[in-house]
């Protein structure tokens, strides 16, 4: 017997996660690529069980949303792309769902990996997050010491010059 399992990259479900009115989601188009299905048939087991997916773990994008999108893409030719309705656009709760809807061993190993790529980058946003906070800390400590800085290096150059020789007085 074969072992059908194959291990897909984080890498490769972070490059797919897009941002869409605030939220990480993944397009059907892609989650289906993913799943290892045609994007029709990832839709009509939505569509059949679109009580699953409330508006926060799926929704439609909006006809700008959808040729902004678009727009990103060299090609024109939309019908090639399988483009020619509006995607769905699945949050992290959303994938989570879908392993539910399309029963298989393929979709639980997909969804573990999007899972894991989701946390990922939580983590990443929030070492990010950290590393600026960390330097507006360091910014604010240093403000100010500009000033103090340069009197020490007014300080050092006065020393560093020879002193001034003394003139013998004139006079009385």
């Known amino acids: ?16 996660i897009i941002f869409v009115r605030g939220e990480k989601v993944l397009l059907d188009r892609d989650l289906a690529e993913l799943y290892g299905v045609e994007t029709k048939v990832l839709k009509q087991a939505v569509r ?7 508006n926060d ?4 994008l909006t006809k700008e949303e959808f040729e902004n999108w678009r727009s990103q893409f060299v090609t024109s030719n939309a019908e090639k792309m399988g483009l020619r309705y509006s995607p769905m656009a699945f949050t992290e709760q959303g994938v989570a769902m879908l392993s ?9 190993e997909v969804n573990v ?3 894991r790529a989701f946390v990922q980058l939580r983590k990443m946003i929030s070492s990010h997050k950290e590393l600026a906070h960390k330097l507006l800390e360091l910014e604010q400590r240093l403000e100010g010491h500009d ?13 560093m010059m020879p002193p001034k020789k003394s003139r013998k007085r004139i006079g009385f």
Not at 1 to 16: D, F, G, R, Y
Not at 57 to 60: D, K, R, S, V, Y
Not at 100 to 108: F, G, H, K, T
């Open 1 to 16: 017997m074969v072992n059908e399992t194959m291990q897909i990259p984080i890498e490769v479900v972070i490059s797919k």
């Open 48 to 54: 059949r069980n679109i009580k699953r997916f409330p």
């Open 57 to 60: 773990f799926m929704f439609e």
């Open 100 to 108: 539910s809807v399309l029963r298989s061993n393929r979709a639980i």
């Open 113 to 115: 990996a999007i899972m």
């Open 147 to 159: 000033e103090q800085i340069q009197v020490i290096f007014e300080a050092i150059k006065q020393l």
